[in-house]
Each structure stands twice: as C-alpha cells, then as structure tokens.
C-alpha cells in the first residue's frame, strides 16, 4: 500500500521560514513526479510548486505567487521531496498537501498525503 506522509508544518511569523517533508513508501515502479498542493479555508486546492524527473534531470515548476521564495527539492535515494518556504506572509497559511506520481509498466498511480497545517501569523 502506497504511503505519502507530510511532515514540517507549524505556526511562523510572518517574513519567516519553513520546510516542508513529503516521503513516499510502499510503491513499485518508479516516481515520476511529486508536487505540493495547498488548501486555504473556503479556497480551491492549487498547485503551488512541482519536480518531475526524467532520469538524471529534475523539472521543477512554481506558481506565480511563490516563485522566489519557495524551492523545491527531491532526494531520489530517499523518495522524499522538501520544500522550502522563506518569506512567509498570511497568504501562505493553508494546509499543504504532497501528491506524488508513480509510473509502471501498466501506466501511471497517483497519492495524496494528509495534509500538513501552515500558518502564518504573528
């Protein structure tokens, strides 16, 4: 059974940093891809940044709001994907979900963690 587990939330004055975990365990086949979701009370799940690899190469993709304050990273040996957050403002506080792509020979699973809470706030 395919696990996703998010670790690294907390509560952070605004212009402060975090770093968020995500480890996925229990999958064949090969990851394809993992990528951070958050959810804003009353708001819609948005992709906040994502890394695909293709093979030694690592795509990574971010949304507008967070480009040069976030980095994402992934440590293949270890299934784990870190996302870094500096210059954290009440917009940021959500709870933030890891989602991550497995590929095998039948085609493509995806998995969702439960979520870590973010909070922004002094």
């Known amino acids: 059974q395919v696990q996703v587990v998010e670790s690294g939330g907390g509560m952070v004055q605004p212009g402060g940093s975090l770093r968020l975990s995500c480890t996925a365990s229990g999958f064949t086949g090969d990851i394809a891809a993992m990528r951070w979701y958050r959810q804003a009370p009353g708001g819609m799940r948005e992709l906040v940044a994502g890394i695909t690899t293709r093979g030694v190469t690592k795509d990574t993709n971010y949304q507008d709001s967070v480009k040069g304050r976030f980095t994402i990273s992934m440590d293949n040996a270890k299934n784990t994907v870190h996302l870094e957050m500096s210059s954290l403002n009440s917009d940021d506080s959500a709870v933030y979900y890891c989602?991550?792509?497995?590929?095998?020979?039948?085609?493509?699973?995806?998995?969702w963690g439960q979520g870590t809470q973010v909070t922004v706030s002094s």
């Open positions: 989602c991550v792509d497995t590929v095998t020979v039948w085609g493509t699973q995806t998995n």
